[in-house]
């Protein structure tokens, strides 16, 4: 059978993490974009952390990294390819003490960005860092689960089940994959992510366990909320569920940043969801509301007293897609 995936506040021995390297995706958000990345390796490096493996994804930006982490002992900079940063959903997964890492196959999240070389981003992940891999032949994106330790799942029905992904999977069938690839022992099925989130409702983005039997979801912030209907329904819906060991779940509710735009002010799927849980520390993404991120913070600190609560800007980040933790991928110790 295989064993569950290890629950991302377990110790980790390294972390990866995205380099923004290609100019021609990010625009004039590459620079902000490299510096908002910059400020959570200096976060997640600091003393009795991690270590970080940056994966640069094209040459030209291999000088760059290089010299803003020069001397920095617990930085590694690693010349890879990829088509974009989102290392979550293009990496592998890594088992228990990273003996051994999940692939799966990667179509571009239902095709819609089918980018050079992010199909061969597990195999390279694991190659340095020796993860034997475990390929599986379904569609799958890390950011679309997220784990408990003990063989609980968390998932969106809107991800896992479309047609996009894998045609014609039930439950059932998504269950039987998860068991045998991740070591499942219970999927809780949420419905639909955020609004306009190109993941299909990511739940990263959505839902996150901050410990056994506790998910931590958003509330709505603010007025005009976009999500506020959607976040209502995942916290009644957590409410009437048990993980794999029988415990209700309880929920830990956390403002949403409230309405973001873009610049023709569509609603953008920001999330302070997405928090990057750290060996002594939690990052949080904020998006320009102080109270809001304030006050996740202050959430977060009552499950992870013993970590240091660092909330970090992901403005231009967001304008690519994603944030800290769709970037990102722990090797567990």
């Known amino acids: 059978m295989t064993t569950p995936i290890p629950a991302e506040w377990s110790p980790h021995r390294a972390m990866w993490v995205g380099w923004p390297s290609h100019g021609e995706l990010w625009e004039e958000n590459l620079e902000p974009a490299q510096a908002e990345v910059e400020a959570l390796v200096r976060a997640l490096a600091g003393p009795g952390r991690e270590r970080v493996r940056l994966l640069v994804g094209k ?27 989102w290392l979550r959903d293009t990496g592998p997964i890594f088992g228990e003490r990273s003996r051994t890492a999940a692939a799966f196959r990667f179509n571009g999240w239902g095709g819609k960005y089918e980018l050079e070389h992010d199909d061969t981003v597990a195999a390279q992940i694991g190659e340095a860092s020796g993860a034997a891999l475990d390929r599986h032949e379904f569609v799958l994106e890390g950011g679309a689960l997220d784990h408990d330790g003990h063989g609980t799942i968390l998932t969106t029905r809107q991800c896992l089940l479309n047609p996009n992904r894998n045609p014609g999977w039930t439950e059932a069938a998504a269950e039987a994959a998860l068991a045998a690839s991740l070591g499942a022992r219970k999927v809780l099925w949420l419905g639909d992510g955020l609004l306009n989130d190109h993941t299909d409702g990511h739940v990263d983005n959505l839902a996150r366990f901050v410990a056994p039997g506790v998910v931590a979801c958003p509330v709505a912030w603010g007025r005009g909320d976009p999500n506020d209907h959607v976040y209502a329904e995942v ?12 415990r209700p779940i309880r929920v830990l509710p956390l403002p949403s940043p409230g309405f973001v735009g873009d610049e023709d002010e569509k609603p953008i799927p920001a999330s302070h969801m997405n928090f990057l849980i750290a060996n002594g520390a939690v990052i949080v993404p904020t998006y320009g509301d102080a109270r809001a991120a304030d ?13 240091e609560i660092i909330p970090l800007p992901s403005i231009a980040i967001l304008s690519g897609g994603g944030s800290f933790h769709c970037i990102s991928q722990q090797e567990p110790a």
């Open 295 to 307: 006050l996740v913070c202050q959430g977060l600190k009552t499950v992870f007293p013993d970590r």
């Open 235 to 246: 916290a009644r819906t957590l409410s009437e569920m048990t993980d794999a060991e029988g």
């Open 59 to 85: 040459a030209e930006a291999l000088d760059d990294a290089r010299a803003r982490f020069a001397g920095l002992a617990n930085i590694e900079v690693v010349a890879g390819r990829f088509g974009d940063i």
